[in-house]
């Protein structure tokens, strides 16, 4: 069961933060004398205005948020809002990525994950009222992952408000769905780099056009990035799922080449010098494993030494 904010559901930008609330954390944290002074004078007695031709609005004074575009403003941003998960159970797994927060419980019983998540809801949604952040109830979904295929009925609410149930939500770019199975992202991504194959083939032709080489750095420039975004994540999805991607892939070096439908794949993989999706995606995956491995403070580093054959 899982409660994010994101691309659906933002829970507040640079511009919505507390200053003195700002300002009380980097007390609290240890910022003091002339830094925090330097920080303090850099948030505070900030004004705006639009210009229009040589005309000027009244200035407005900035009473919130960080100034978008600041070098410290990212930085500023995590220290307001990296606290919002320090009181939540130890049942509660939390991923925080700037705004977008994913929270979620695994247990056998679904009743017992309802109780968990409420709880977060409600501790969650505590810290919003005290910091002086305005959730948005309305873009918050909730899912539950099961391989069961009956439908189960989430009853979750925040602020006094249902949260509706989503079977396929996205987090980060990457549509998750309740089985894992990721058919749903793959279909996404499918459809996004074909639209995007019309493009190599507007410029392919046999007397004009553009060269092999200028219809290569187009797929690997703007085709094959679209269906490699997270391909570590959903490295458990099925050959009968990734074939969807190689055959784009398949298409796109033969209008490449400019060879038939009968020309082997591996004929094509050599005259383009275009490794298989699949040999990416393993490279992907090793060099993400490796990278973890080296990393004994994050937080999936733990999951590298417990390897599983649940796709859950």
Same mark, same amino acid.
């Given at each position: 069961m899982s409660r994010r904010w994101g691309d659906a559901a933002k829970l507040l930008a640079f511009d919505k933060v507390w200053k003195e609330g700002l300002l009380l954390k980097l007390l609290t944290a240890g910022i003091a004398g002339r830094m925090f002074n330097w920080i303090k004078s850099f948030l505070c007695h900030r004004t705006a205005r639009v210009k229009l031709d040589s005309n000027l609005s009244y200035a407005v004074k900035i009473r919130e948020g960080v100034p978008q575009g600041g070098v410290i403003s990212p930085t500023l941003f995590v220290v307001f809002i990296n606290d919002i998960t320090n009181s939540l159970s130890r049942h509660i797994s939390k991923a925080l990525h700037a705004d977008d927060l994913a929270m979620w419980s695994a247990a056998e019983s679904t009743a017992t994950t309802k109780v968990r998540m409420q709880e977060a809801l409600n501790i969650t949604s505590k810290w919003a009222t005290d910091w002086?952040?305005?959730?948005?109830? %309305?873009?918050?979904?909730?899912?539950?992952? #099961? %391989?069961?295929?009956?439908?189960e009925t989430l009853q979750l609410t925040i602020n006094n408000q249902a949260i509706p149930q989503e079977d396929t939500p996205t987090y980060l770019g990457i549509k998750l769905d309740k089985k894992l199975t990721? @058919?749903?992202?793959?279909?996404?991504?499918?459809?996004?780099?074909?639209?995007?194959?019309?493009?190599?083939?507007?410029?392919? =032709?046999?007397?004009? =056009?553009?060269?092999?080489?200028?219809?290569?750095?187009?797929?690997? =420039?703007?085709?094959?990035?679209?269906?490699?975004?997270?391909?570590?994540?959903?490295?458990?999805?099925?050959?009968? @799922?990734?074939?969807?991607?190689?055959?784009?892939?398949?298409? #796109?070096?033969?209008?490449?080449?400019?060879?038939?439908?009968?020309?082997?794949?591996?004929?094509?993989?050599?005259?383009?010098?275009?490794?298989?999706?699949? $040999?990416?995606?393993?490279?992907?995956?090793?060099?993400?494993?490796?990278?973890?491995?080296? %990393?004994?403070? $994050?937080?999936?580093?733990? $999951?590298?030494?417990?390897?599983?054959? @649940?796709?859950?």
């Open positions: 002086c952040v305005t959730v948005n109830s %309305l873009k918050t979904v909730a899912t539950c992952f #099961s %391989l069961s295929n009956s439908k990721w @058919n749903p992202h793959i279909k996404e991504k499918e459809k996004r780099a074909t639209r995007r194959l019309s493009i190599m083939k507007k410029l392919a =032709g046999t007397k004009w =056009g553009a060269s092999s080489n200028i219809l290569r750095q187009v797929y690997t =420039g703007h085709v094959r990035p679209v269906m490699e975004y997270g391909a570590a994540a959903w490295a458990t999805a099925a050959k009968s @799922n990734t074939s969807r991607l190689n055959k784009v892939q398949n298409a #796109s070096m033969r209008i490449i080449t400019g060879g038939l439908k009968t020309t082997p794949i591996h004929a094509l993989e050599a005259t383009t010098r275009l490794p298989s999706l699949d $040999h990416r995606r393993e490279e992907k995956v090793i060099v993400q494993y490796e990278k973890l491995q080296r %990393l004994p403070s $994050h937080p999936a580093h733990q $999951h590298t030494q417990q390897l599983t054959k @649940n796709r859950l």
